[in-house]
T-cell receptor, first 111, second 115 residues
Framework: DSGVTQTPKHLITATGQRVTLRCSPRSGDLSVYWYQQSLDQGLQFLIQYYNGEERAKGNILERFSAQQFPDLHSELNLSSLELGDSALYFC??????????FGPGTRLTVL | GENVEQHPSTLSVQEGDSAVIKCTYSDSASNYFPWYKQELGKGPQLIIDIRSNVGEKKDQRIAVTLNKTAKHFSLHITETQPEDSAVYFCAASNNRGSTLGRLYFGRGTQLTVWP
């Protein structure tokens, strides 16, 4: 167990809908990272937050947004969902800028 | 940006044999290289990592080597066991500017260890 928790474990929704994925980092970790894992793209970095502020951005779609709250948990919001958004979404946390520990992921299925 | 390539994509070995997975990276500024193991239905689990000021690191049956000149790093698993069967990912990152801390992953290697 990495100490990173993610909810929900599975999410099934329809095209055009909006969902929120939640992540709680390891105790004491200030950085949260979001990654998307799909068969065709592999593991892709989406966005990073450090102590409530956006630190780095990857190829995150404009339909996607994230935030980190004062208690350090983070949420990833996905809107106007398309079939191609179906994937595993992972959150990772770190105390520094390198060693990242991953959560169990949320499997999103868009029908 | 950084590009990490990983080979082979699949690897089958007999229990007790060694397994080697190789990765190359393109950005000479990359200075941190972790390896993750992902079992079915689970998140990536960090198994070993190496920083650019070190050429080799070992942890029991697992070792990683880094060749900065060739921009190449490898994972070595000795005395493989069936429970080593999983997908292994290499990754690279650097502490620079807008890419700070971001991990760039290889495409993964499906390792199967036959009893």
């Amino acid at each position: 167990d990495s100490g990173v928790t993610q909810t929900p474990k599975h999410l099934i929704t329809a095209t055009g809908q909006r969902v929120t994925l939640r992540c709680s980092p390891r105790s004491g970790d200030l950085s949260v990272y979001w990654y998307q894992q799909s068969l065709d793209q592999g593991l892709q970095f989406l966005i990073q937050y450090y102590n409530g502020e956006e630190r780095a951005k990857g190829n995150i779609l404009e339909r996607f947004s994230a935030q980190q709250f004062p208690d350090l948990h983070s949420e990833l919001n996905l809107s106007s969902l398309e079939l191609g958004d179906s994937a595993l979404y992972f959150c990772a946390s770190s105390a520094s800028t390198d060693t990242q520990y991953f959560g169990p992921g949320t499997r999103l299925t868009v029908l | 940006g950084e590009n990490v390539e990983q080979h082979p994509s699949t690897l089958s070995v007999q229990e007790g044999d060694s397994a080697v997975i190789k990765c190359t990276y393109s950005d000479s500024a990359s200075n941190y290289f972790p390896w993750y193991k992902q079992e079915l239905g689970k998140g990536p689990q960090l198994i070993i990592d190496i920083r650019s000021n070190v050429g080799e690191k070992k942890d029991q049956r697992i070792a990683v080597t880094l060749n900065k000149t060739a921009k190449h790093f490898s994972l070595h698993i000795t005395e493989t066991q069936p429970e080593d069967s999983a997908v292994y990912f290499c990754a690279a990152s650097n502490n620079r500017g807008s890419t700070l801390g971001r991990l760039y992953f290889g495409r993964g290697t499906q390792l199967t260890v036959w009893p």
